[in-house]
C-alpha cells in the first residue's frame, strides 16, 4: 500500500509570486485535505477535495486554491505569496463515507523571502 | 478561535513511566477525537482515535480517555520508550459532513523520553 507523497519537499519563493505544491494521496483514498502548519503552531485546515469538487473550506482567502485530478491526485496553488505563508504546507487523504481518519504527506516546506 | 488546546507545551518522562498528554476542547459539537504523533522533518503519523460515544479507546501502549462533560481528552502511553520522543497533537472533528474534512488541532506537545 502506498502512503501519501508530496512534491516538492522544500521551496523557496520571493513575495509576490505563485506556488505549485503536489500531493499522491495513499492508495483507494478520494479525500484529499490540505492543511497549513506555521512554526510552533497545530496544522491550520485550508479546504478539502472529494470527487474533484472542494468539500469545505476553512479560514483562509481565495489565493489559496486546489485541484483534484480523476485519479485522486490533488494540487494547492497560492498566489501573490505573502511573507507570512512561509509554513510546512500538508497533505492528508481519507476514504469518505463516515471515516474520518486522515494520513498525512511529509509535507512541503515553503519559505518566502 | 482556538478550539482544542494542549496547554503543556512540553513533557519530561523517564524511559518505562506512563507518559499523559492532555488535550481540552470548547466545542460541543465534536464528536471524534484523534492523536497524531509527529518526528521533524515527517508529517503527522496518525497514533489511535475515539468516538464520542465511547470514554476510553487502547491500541498496544496507547490509550485515550475521553470525558465529555469536562471536554477533556488524555492520551496514555506505558511504558514510554526512547522512539516515543516526538510532537503529539490532539484533533477533533465535528458531526456534519462540511465537517468531515477539517480536523481541529491543538498546537502540540513535545514529548522527551529519557533514559
Known amino acids: 500500500e502506498t502512503g501519501v507523497t508530496q512534491s516538492p519537499t522544500h521551496l523557496i519563493k520571493t513575495r509576490g509570486q505563485q506556488v505549485t505544491l503536489r500531493c499522491s494521496s495513499q492508495s483507494g483514498h478520494n479525500t484529499v485535505s490540505w492543511y497549513q502548519q506555521a512554526l510552533g503552531q497545530g496544522p491550520q485546515f485550508i479546504f478539502q477535495?472529494?470527487?474533484?469538487?472542494?468539500?469545505g473550506r476553512g479560514n483562509f482567502p481565495p489565493r489559496f486554491s486546489g485541484l483534484q485530478f480523476p485519479n485522486y491526485s490533488s494540487e494547492l496553488n497560492v498566489n501573490a505569496l505573502e511573507l507570512d505563508d512561509s509554513a510546512l504546507y500538508l497533505c492528508a487523504s481519507s476514504l469518505v463515507g463516515g471515516m474520518k481518519t486522515q494520513y498525512f504527506g511529509p509535507g512541503t516546506r515553503l519559505l518566502v523571502l | 478561535d482556538q478550539q482544542v488546546k494542549q496547554n503543556s507545551p512540553s513533557l519530561s518522562v523517564q524511559e518505562g513511566r506512563i507518559s499523559i498528554l492532555n488535550c481540552d476542547y470548547t466545542?460541543?459539537?465534536?464528536?471524534?477525537f484523534l492523536w497524531y504523533k509527529k518526528y521533524p522533518a515527517e508529517g503527522p503519523t496518525f497514533l489511535i482515535s475515539i468516538s464520542s460515544i465511547k470514554d476510553k479507546n487502547e491500541d498496544g501502549r496507547f490509550t485515550v480517555f475521553l470525558n465529555k462533560s469536562a471536554k477533556h481528552l488524555s492520551l496514555h502511553i506505558v511504558p514510554s520508550q526512547p522512539g516515543d520522543s516526538a510532537v503529539y497533537f490532539c484533533?477533533?472533528?465535528?458531526?456534519?459532513?462540511?465537517?468531515?474534512?477539517?480536523?481541529?488541532f491543538g498546537a502540540g506537545t513535545q514529548v522527551v523520553v529519557t533514559p
Open positions: 484533533a477533533a472533528s465535528g458531526p456534519t459532513t462540511d465537517s468531515w474534512g477539517k480536523l481541529q
Open positions: 466545542n460541543s459539537m465534536f464528536d471524534y
Open positions: 477535495y472529494y470527487r474533484e469538487e472542494e468539500n
